[in-house]
């Protein structure tokens, strides 16, 4: 950890993790931008909106698994070829981590209108195990 001196690490205990993932993810440059909002409502409730134009509820996957979520949005097999002169619009595959702080969990997810919308709250939470998120469309 070089950006943090260590005078101020002595003060939080059981952190290394946090502080290493911070350092690590301020040295990646992101591969895809893709366009998201993290709302928080109150100290209890969070929601991250995702702008997925064009994708359909079958394209999208959301896990939970050791204090992460997942976002995984795989483009659908076309079965017609199109002979383009141009293709400007990027496929919509999408693989995006969010660590999650240790007591956060995921309520629920809505596909609407092109933006996934991933509802998120606080509990005291012992053991948590790996499950899929169910996503609804309206």
């Known amino acids: 950890m070089t950006f943090i001196q260590n005078k101020f690490l002595k003060y939080y205990i059981g952190y290394d993790k946090i502080f290493d993932n911070i350092e690590k993810i ?9 366009a998201f909002n993290i709302l928080k409502y109150d100290y209890n409730r969070y929601q991250i909106t995702v702008a997925l134009a064009g994708v359909s509820l079958d394209e999208v996957c959301i896990n939970v698994s050791n204090d992460l979520l997942i976002l995984d949005v795989k483009e659908k097999k076309k ?12 496929p919509n595959i999408i693989h995006q981590v969010f ?10 997810a809505e596909l609407s209108k092109g933006m996934l919308k991933i509802n998120l709250f606080k ?3 012992q053991n948590r195990l790996k499950r899929n998120i169910e996503i609804t469309e309206t």
Do not use: C, Y
């Open 26 to 34: 301020s040295t990646v440059t992101p591969q895809i931008n893709i």
């Open 79 to 90: 079965s017609i070829q199109n002979d383009f002169i141009h293709k400007g619009i990027r």
């Open 99 to 108: 660590q999650l702080e240790q007591n956060i969990v995921v309520e629920d």
């Open 123 to 125: 509990e005291k939470v």
